[in-house]
């Protein structure tokens, strides 16, 4: 990972993260 200081792309990043969590969510919702 790298860090190039952007603004723009921090909250890209954040966007990514919390579309990971959705989607580990919704995982763990099929496995139990």
Do not use: N, P, V
């Not at 890209?12 to 919390?18: S, V, Y």
């Amino acid at each position: 990972m790298f860090h190039s200081g952007s603004t723009s792309e921090t909250a890209f990043e954040r966007k990514l993260a919390d579309i990971d969590k959705k989607l580990r969510e919704k995982k763990k919702g099929f496995d139990y």
